[in-house]
């Protein structure tokens, strides 16, 4: 009689089959995971919301059997780049999974699609990952496995998309230790379970989580609506965030200058939910698949498909999972004085006002001619290290200049230096805010809106010549 096993997914309560083919097995409180039957050779069987009562009889179908893939152009990638790029997107690559590893990676089986640039896997055997920094053992079951590329390439800075499938049991492969149970504490804090229990409980000013649209923090209720149902809660969107992006396609020459051809000059797009965690300084970004999404109490998404992720959460791979039945234990929040949300940060279009005006400004327009004619006559790269004192400097290395005198070069320098302090402090402001907002979308999306409506705002401010 083959033995059948019998668990929980993403859990730690399994059992198997006695001799007799009989099984019992404790059901999880509030549970909302599937039972999964597995043997080997033989297809999973799963099944929904069991009860206590439940009198089950299980027939397994038999595993259809396919041949490992004939792996076409097999000198593009060797398999000890492909385990490499696995482990990337499957185990992951944060500090929980640098003390995580497969133990059977023989089982593992990969194939790359020329033609679609796509990278697969799979395994016949549940794939066995010790996880030393969490004190688990997770036989995964894995399901599908893949990873879309740009190019013909396994770099991970290359690719368009990811996703895995599979049924996971966790076992404990070590007695817990203090600093197990910190490190448990610490990936569920950071984990977008937490997020979203917190956010449900109505605990996010406790806790380490903002909830942001277009880089500030937003009052909850006026985007979402949060009610209970059944042993869980339902989350729905009742106001889809969008910014303002400035609308380029009409711009006209009109008396010199460069103009809309109409008054309207912006158009709303939608944009995801950013949710920054100020402990860690990470961003994770939100994107909803349906209005409506379920979350169980303890923070779980019911149907993980409900909700796209990117940013921090979407690198939580498997060396950041806990089971189900992990019963979190919150760590106690700092207090940060330093926040990359917070009231500092204006909107971006408040912003982006303040950035042409900075540009535009007198005395940004004397700094940058003032720098130019020091910088086209010292003929290098101004280094504060190298040149001063540049009053030294220049003694030695005049005739390596094209200063007309050591007076010149004084006076050229200490205009340029003056002019520098008028706006330091504004410069760094301003560059501070073009490096969150380049985070915030993206630099390519960034420097579309932004240096496009900066260099338009240039325009409109300076008086260009007439034509003749």
Known sequence: MKLHRFFFDNTTISTQTDLNGNFQINIPANNKNQLVVSAFGYDYFLVSNPTPTSNLKIRLKTEETTLDELVIDKNLFTRKEFLKAFRYFFI??????????????????????????????????????????????????LESFQVQFNYQTLNPKNYMNTNYFGYSLFREHTASTKKIAANRAETYNNSSVAFFRDLITDNLENSDYVLAVNGLGVEVREYLKIEPENDGYKLCIIKMPTRKRPDLSGLIMKHGKLKASSSKDTTEIEVPFIVFNKEIKEQSQLYFQKECILIQKNGHLVNPNDMYFSGFFADLKVA??????????????????ETAIDKKIPTYEVFEKQAIDFYTSKNFDAHRKARKVFYDKLKVEYNYNVHEPFQLWIKENLKSTL?????????LHQNFVSTFKLIKDQKEDIERKEDYFSKLYGEEEFGKMYYNKVIQGLFNKMEMPKPE
């Open 92 to 141: 992951g690559n944060t500090k929980n999974a640098k003390h995580t590893k497969i133990l059977n990676e023989k089982d593992l089986v990969f194939y790359f699609d020329t033609n679609t640039k796509q990278f697969t896997a799979h395994s016949n055997k549940p794939i066995i990952i010790q996880n030393e920094r969490l004190g688990y053992t997770i036989d995964f079951h």
């Open 320 to 337: 950041d999972m806990l089971p189900f039945d992990y019963t979190a234990t919150k760590l106690p929040t700092k207090k940060s004085n």
């Open 403 to 411: 200063f007309a005198s050591e007076e010149e070069a004084i006076t």
